[in-house]
């Protein structure tokens, strides 16, 4: 992990394509800005966090119902 101290209005270039600046600081929070393509999507790391539970549980319900269409169709076949 790459760590940088930055002061308010200062900014970090990643990758030539997105500007993160530091916009105000507050006791113990801060504010960012950041500016990036219309096609790099930014979350905050609990929503992320919750995006990946949900996508596991869509693809592990997701295998159970083909695995019970598969049976069904076995056991038609039969």
Do not use: C, H, W
Not at 51 to 77: R, V, W
């Amino acid at each position: 992990m790459l760590v940088l101290t930055r002061k308010k209005n200062e900014s970090i270039v990643i990758d030539n394509k997105i500007r993160i600046q530091i916009i105000d600081i507050n006791g113990g929070k801060i504010r960012l800005g950041i500016d990036a393509p219309k096609d790099v999507r930014i979350f905050r790391d609990e929503i992320y966090e919750e995006i990946l539970k949900q996508n596991l549980k869509a693809s592990n319900n997701t295998a159970q119902d083909l695995m019970k269409i598969n049976e069904k169709l076995t056991s038609e076949g039969s």
